[in-house]
Every structure is written in C-alpha cells, then in structure tokens.
C-alpha cells in the first residue's frame, strides 16, 4: 500500500528566507508524486509533480521539490519565501503500477506561515 | 478553459437525510475522482470514475455511490446521513487515466449534518 508523510504539523519562516516542507513516501516501484496547495475555503491547486527524469522539478509560483529516491523524499523548496506563500500544503503519491488507477493517497498536510 | 465546478458549494443537511453533490470536471477530462476532507482524517479517496465506468473505490461504507454521465459530469450521493459525514467533498478531474496527468480540484461542497 501506498503512503506519505509530512513529519512537520507546522512550519513557520520570515518573509524573504528559503523555505522547505518536508515529505517522505512508500510505494512500490517508482512513484508519481505531486504538491498541491490549498487557500482557506478554497480546494486543492497543483503545485508540480515528478514523473520521471530530473530529480528536481520546478512548477508554480516560484515553487520547485527535489526528488530523492534513495531517501524516498520529496520536498517542496523555495528560494525566498512571501507572506502570500501561507497556507496549507499536501504531498501526495501515486501508485503507476497500478494501471488506471486515479487514486492519489495525501499526507496529513504542512501549514506554512510566512512571518512578515 | 473552465475550472472543475461543484454545486452546491455549501449545504446543510439533517441526520438521516440523503444528500447529493455535482461535479463538471474541465471540459475534454474524463476521469473525475471524488475525495473527503475532514480535519481529523485529513484527505481521503473515495471514489474515481471513468468513461462513466466507477474503476476505484476507497474505505467507505455503502451509503457512499456516486455515477458519472456520457458527459463525464459526476454525482456523489450519500444516504442516511450521519454527524461524521461532515466534510469538505472535492471533487477532481485528470485529463487520461492511462498517463500521469494531475488532478485539478473544484472548490468543494462543504456538509454539515446536524
């Protein structure tokens, strides 16, 4: 069975200095994986994702995550974080072995609050 | 192109009642998945349909079902409500099952059961 975790409940930064949000996952074979970020009252927006190929992936609003498989990490990055960046982050992974299934299994979610 | 839209986005309902939620996935996607979001079980699968055949089903009980439409519009349904049925219920919609394309989501219908 597939799964992730996200070991950081909360993670705080100022305005301005690099942020990470850590995510560590279990399937088997090698993975899809996705970040999504969700608003308050608002669903889930894509973030990026790692199919294959590079290991660090870049997608919206200035993020990028690395992926590690010795490790089995997949951490969201970025370089210089904003008061805009606050909100609620989910990792979640995807079983490809598993033919035609949509299923994606989530962490339990990072809030992230940038400090003015 | 649209977004993945969710009507109602808000809705409450008695304990007992049935309820049901719509989704129109982006225009041209034909796999809609449906997800449970609750503060103490986080994000949950529950349902994925495809070409209007459901392919994936998650943990929960029966009074959860759902259906899907020539058009690729999905409907959840939950029967007999109950308190924890509680929840924000997205609904999201991928491009080919076949490939890893993301999923996009709607905005959600927020439950409450009373």
């Given at each position: 069975a597939q799964s992730v975790a996200q070991p950081e409940d909360q993670v705080n930064v100022a305005e301005g200095n690099p942020l990470t949000v850590k995510c560590t996952y279990s399937v088997s074979g090698n993975p899809y994986l996705f970040w999504y970020v969700q608003y308050p009252n608002r669903g889930l927006q894509f973030l990026l994702k790692y199919i294959t190929g590079d290991n660090l992936v870049k997608g919206s609003y200035g993020f990028e995550a690395e992926f590690n498989k010795s490790q089995t990490s997949f951490h969201?990055?970025?370089?210089?974080?904003?008061?805009?960046?606050?909100?609620?982050y989910f990792c979640a992974v995807r079983d490809p072995t598993n033919f035609g299934n949509e299923k994606l299994t989530f962490g339990t979610g990072t809030r992230l609050t940038i400090i003015p | 192109?649209?977004?993945?839209?969710?009507?109602?986005?808000?809705?409450?309902?008695?304990?007992?009642?049935?309820?049901t939620l719509s989704c129109s996935p982006i225009s041209g996607h034909r796999s809609v998945s449906w997800y449970q979001q609750t503060p103490g079980q986080g994000l949950q699968f529950l349902f994925e349909y495809f070409s209007e055949t459901q392919r994936n089903k998650g943990n929960f009980p029966g009074r959860f079902s759902g259906r899907q439409f020539s058009n690729s519009r999905s409907e959840m349904n939950v029967s007999t409500l109950e308190l924890g049925d509680s929840a924000l219920y997205l609904c999201a919609s991928s491009q080919q099952s076949e490939m890893a394309y993301e999923q996009y989501f709607g905005p959600g219908t927020r439950l409450t059961v009373t």
């Open positions: 969201l990055k970025k370089p210089s974080a904003l008061v805009s960046d606050s909100a609620l | 192109k649209a977004g993945v839209t969710q009507t109602p986005r808000y809705l409450i309902k008695t304990r007992g009642q049935q309820v």
